[in-house]
Each structure stands twice: as C-alpha cells, then as structure tokens.
C-alpha cells in the first residue's frame, strides 16, 4: 500500500515562506502525476499545482509565480516551495499522486499538512 506523508507547515508571517515535502513510502517514478491540493474551512479541496511525469507543471492561477513544485527521485519526496505567503493561503495542503499497475489507475493521499499564514 503506498504512503503519502506530509510535513513541512506550521505558522508565518504574511510575506513568509514555506517548504512542504511528501514522502513516498515507494518509488515517486511508478507515479505518472504528482501535486498538491488544499482546503480551507470550509471550503471545498482545490488543486494547488501539479507535475507529471516528464516534469511539465500546472498551477492554479492564485499561486502562479509564488509557488513552486518539484520532486527528487533519490528522496522519493515532492515539494511545494511557497514565497510571498497570504493569509487566503491558509488551508491544510495535501499531497496527491497517482499511478497505473497492470491497467488499473489509483489514487493516494496524505494526510494533510496545516499551513497559517497571519501575523
């Protein structure tokens, strides 16, 4: 069973930074797409960035040019680098990947991540 963990947010500052990182309890190359979804109360889950295999990326319009999404294959981790942080950014990020084995496509989640941004 694949694993998804989380780790990285806490409480900032407006203006601040973050680095989030999701652990792959296996090889993050067995996984075609990668990203970072988030919620906040109540509020329905909306999709951060994401990047698939190959590297091309995809952001939602509100992060564009403050965050950033990679992965390293040696760490089986994905990351969401996140600058010029706003209180609306405030949410529980987390980490999706999804994959196909003999032609059956899954999808896994973490457990989520608190990230506060307020000063």
């Known amino acids: 069973q694949v694993q998804l963990v989380e780790s990285g947010g806490g409480l900032v500052q407006p203006g601040g930074s973050l680095r989030l990182s999701c652990a792959a309890s296996?090889?993050?190359?067995?996984?075609?797409?990668m990203g970072w979804y988030r919620q906040a109360q109540g509020k329905q889950r909306e999709l951060v960035a994401t990047?698939?295999?190959?590297?091309?990326?995809n952001y939602a319009d509100s992060v564009k040019g403050r965050f950033t999404i990679s992965t390293d294959n040696t760490k089986n981790t994905v990351y969401l680098q996140m600058n010029s942080l706003k209180p609306e950014d405030t949410a529980v990020y987390y980490c999706?990947?999804?994959?196909?084995?003999?032609?059956?496509?899954?999808?896994?989640w973490g457990q989520g991540t608190q990230v506060t941004v307020s000063s």
């Open positions: 999706y990947a999804r994959r196909a084995v003999a032609g059956i496509h899954s999808g896994y």
């Open positions: 990047i698939v295999r190959g590297g091309t990326t």
């Open positions: 296996g090889s993050i190359s067995s996984f075609y797409t």
